[in-house]
C-alpha cells in the first residue's frame, strides 16, 4: 500500500519502504513479522503506528530506525538506502539522525537527569546543551535528581530529552507510555508533541492503544505484519484531549 502525502504537511518522503519483509527463524520454525510492508514518512509529520501485539510494528520500526534489518524489500531515507549499508554505517545513520524513546526509560541510575542526557551529547555534531532539551519536555526544575528521584513519567521525559538533544530529524517511540497511568501518559505525550512542533522532528509513535491515534496527522494500522489502512486525521487533538 503506497498512501498519498499528507496534505497539509511537507510532502517531502523523509522514509519510503518498500515491500519489506522479515522472517524470524526460531530453531527450524519461520515466523514472519512483516509480509511486505510499503510505507512513507514525511518530514515534520506526527504519525502513529496502530496494531495489536504481535502486528509487526515494532519490528517495521526497528528497521527504519536501522536497529534491524529486514530480510528483503528496500528502505530509503532521505534518498540514501539503508538496506545498502554495513553495519558501521547504519551506527553512523542511528547516531547522526535517529531519536529513539522506548517503552522502559534505561537511565543510569547513578546519573543525574543533566548527566542521562548529557550522554547523548557527547557524541553529537551540534547537540542541545541538556539543560535545553529537559526543559523542552518541562523538566527545567529537575535537572539534578537522580532517576531515583523522579517519577516513572519524569524519567520517561528525560529519556526524551536524551533521544532529541542531539537534534535528530526522525524521533521514533516505541510505546512510550506503555509503563505508565493515564494521567502520566498523557503529559509524556505532551512532551513528544511539543518536540514534534517546536523542533519541527518526524515523529513516529507505536501504540496499541486507539485513543493516542487522534493526535496524529496520519495513523498507520498493521495487522498480520501488512499495512492494512493509512488515514489521514482532519481534525487533530492534543494529548490534554485525550482520554482512555
Not at 18 to 35: C, D, F, N, S, W
Not at 45 to 69: C, P, W, Y
Not at 178 to 202: Q, Y
Not at 234 to 242: N, P, Q, V
Request: net charge negative; aromatic share 6%.
Amino acid at each position: 500500500m503506497v498512501d498519498a502525502p499528507p496534505t497539509a504537511l511537507s510532502s517531502r518522503a523523509v522514509f519510503t519502504a518498500r515491500q519489506i519483509t522479515k522472517v524470524y527463524h526460531m530453531g527450524e520454525v519461520e515466523v514472519p513479522a512483516l509480509r511486505g510492508v510499503d510505507v512513507e514518512l514525511y518530514a515534520g509529520e506526527f504519525v502513529v503506528l496502530l496494531g495489536a501485539s504481535g502486528s509487526g510494528k515494532s519490528t517495521l520500526l526497528n528497521i527504519l530506525g536501522g536497529l534491524d534489518v529486514p530480510t528483503s524489500g528496500v528502505v530509503h531515507y532521505e534518498g540514501e538506502e539503508l538496506t545498502a549499508y554495513d553495519d558501521a554505517s547504519l551506527t553512523r545513520y542511528r547516531r547522526r539522525h535517529v531519536g529513539f524513546v522506548f517503552q522502559f526509560y534505561n537511565l543510569i541510575p547513578s546519573l543525574t537527569a543533566r548527566e542521562n542526557v548529557a550522554l547523548v551529547t557527547e557524541i553529537a555534531d551540534q547537540p542541545l546543551d541538556p539543560v535545553e532539551a529537559l526543559k523542552i519536555v518541562g523538566l527545567g526544575e529537575r535537572v539534578d535528581h537522580f532517576p531515583s528521584q523522579l517519577s516513572g513519567g519524569e524519567q520517561q521525559r528525560v529519556a526524551i530529552a536524551r533521544a532529541i538533544a542531539k537534534r535528530p530529524e526522525v524521533l521514533l517511540c516505541d510505546e512510550p507510555t506503555g509503563a505508565l497511568d493515564v494521567k502520566t501518559g498523557i503529559i509524556v505525550l505532551e512532551a513528544i508533541e511539543r518536540v514534534n512542533r517546536e523542533l519541527g522532528t518526524t515523529t513516529a509513535v507505536i501504540t496499541h492503544n486507539a485513543v493516542i491515534a487522534d493526535m496524529a496527522d496520519r495513523v498507520i494500522r498493521l495487522s498480520g505484519g501488512r499495512v492494512s489502512q493509512v488515514t489521514q486525521n482532519e481534525h487533530k487533538r492534543s494529548a490534554t484531549e485525550l482520554q482512555w
